[in-house]
């Protein structure tokens, strides 16, 4: 009995080893990628945070030099944070706002609403560098159409691009348009709220803003939480078109912290401090996200949430 008892429970031990082996090879393309392609640079680029790698030669240690540099003698550092959070205050509330309107239309039972919901989505699964390039001619100063309209009705043409005072709102005002995705996120969540809670109300004598204020808004909250995160994350890693339509400029009026980033690493060399200078944009993203999720137990309303 006991050699029988023995015998099974090492057919059993042989089995799951078995599938042990089985599942880690099925899942070892996906755990090699993130290995290799993602935790070992996140690992190297903060050991590298610390040293003075300029890549053409070997790394030299310095500590917290790099951040000391950053804090206290780089004006740039400082002005890239400057226009990444006036990016960031200009686009994400005007942004979230259009698109929770667009929802709203959408949501209004129009015909052909998926006609419109994926005219809507179209410009983002456009490439970012080809939307730049089309927003470019768009607004080019001489031949592009936003000009031309000015001009046929007697106002002057604008230099969108080429003045620190407008490049910058130019851009936040770019991206209002590319709010497809978020439009959908809010139209879902709209179709999920019960219709009776709308009938209720306006049995009870409830206006259209009250029936938004207090049914909508309350409902969509979860949503609207999502939306927020999201948003912040992005618009904190705006990029591509800087790069690709100004440079920076002009006057450094559109020289975004990943557009430095950029700089410090690939035309400076400079891959220590690039380092540093992400570790310490993942911080400022951490640190947004965690006050938006503190603070969320205040608004963010979820039907399975017993209010004390």
């Known amino acids: 009995m006991a050699v029988a008892q023995a015998s099974k429970r090492r057919r059993i031990t042989k089995m799951e080893r078995d599938e042990w082996i089985t599942g880690w090879l099925f899942i070892s393309p996906v755990v090699l990628g993130l290995l290799i392609w993602t935790l070992f640079p996140t690992i190297a680029s903060f050991i590298l945070s610390f040293t003075d790698y300029r890549v053409l030669r070997p790394p030299v240690w310095t500590g917290i030099n790099n951040y000391v540099y950053m804090f206290t003698k780089d004006k ?3 002005q890239a ?3 990444t959070y006036s990016f960031v205050a200009m686009q994400l509330p005007i ?3 259009v698109a929770l309107a667009g929802a709203l239309l959408l949501n209004t039972g129009v015909k052909g609403m998926t006609v419109f919901r ?3 989505y179209l410009p983002s699964v456009v490439p970012a560098v080809a939307m730049a390039l089309v ?3 768009i607004l080019n ?3 592009g159409l936003v000009n031309q309209f000015l001009a046929a009705l007697g106002f002057p043409r604008v230099n969108f691009f080429g003045n620190p005072k ?3 709102p130019t851009m936040a005002a770019m991206t209002w348009f590319n709010v497809g995705p978020t439009m959908v996120i809010y139209l879902a969540g709209l179709l999920n709220i019960p219709p009776s809670l709308y009938e209720a109300a306006e049995i009870d004598g409830a206006g259209s803003l009250q029936r938004f204020l207090h049914i909508t808004i309350p409902q969509l909250s979860p949503t609207i939480f999502y939306t927020i995160v999201q948003g912040l994350i992005a618009s904190f890693q705006i990029f591509t078109t800087a790069y690709v339509l100004t440079g920076g400029g002009p006057m450094k009026a559109t020289y975004f912290y990943n557009l430095m980033i950029y700089q410090q690493a690939f035309s400076n060399l400079k891959m220590g401090y690039a380092s ?14 965690l006050a938006v999720f503190r603070s969320s137990s205040a608004w963010v309303y979820y039907e399975t949430e017993i209010k004390r």
């Open 76 to 78: 740039d550092f400082y």
């Open 81 to 83: 944070l400057k226009v």
């Open 95 to 97: 942004g979230l706002c």
């Open 118 to 120: 994926s005219f809507f």
């Open 135 to 137: 927003w470019a001619w």
């Open 141 to 143: 100063m001489n031949y």
């Open 166 to 168: 407008t490049a910058l």
């Open 276 to 289: 540093a200078l992400a570790w310490f944009l993942l911080l400022m993203i951490l640190v947004m996200t």
